[in-house]
């Protein structure tokens, strides 16, 4: 049974940062996509940044230059290096892990992120 468990949230001023990590357990078997959403007050969920086994990496636009993903599979461990937080970053942070060519097949409990103004 494959789990995540997300970690590092609080609450940080504007133009702070944060650095979240999402640990795995369980074993997923060949190639996969690590990815972190967000979901803010009345929004919809949405996808934050990505990065594949191989290293390839995804962002929105909207964290472009200020998020960085990475993941070290040894430690079975990804992480979201946010820098220069906006009171728009608030949500609960996700994180998921998913085959190519589909949508997350787990994710993890969330964990919130405020940034005050």
């Known amino acids: 049974q494959v789990q995540l468990v997300e970690s590092g949230g609080g609450l940080v001023q504007a133009g702070g940062s944060l650095r979240l990590s999402c640990v795995l357990s369980g074993r997923i078997f060949g190639f996969n996509i690590m990815g972190w959403y967000r979901q803010g007050p009345g929004n919809e969920r949405e996808l934050v940044a990505e990065v594949g086994s191989g290293g390839k990496t995804n962002y929105a636009d909207s964290v472009k230059g200020r998020f960085t993903i990475s993941r070290d599979d040894a430690k079975n461990t990804m992480y979201l290096q946010m820098n220069s937080l906006k009171p728009e970053d608030t949500a609960v942070y996700y994180c998921?892990?998913?085959?190519?060519?589909?949508?997350?097949?787990?994710w993890g409990q969330g964990t919130q992120v405020t940034v005050s103004s």
């Open positions: 998921s892990v998913r085959r190519p060519l589909r949508s997350p097949d787990y």
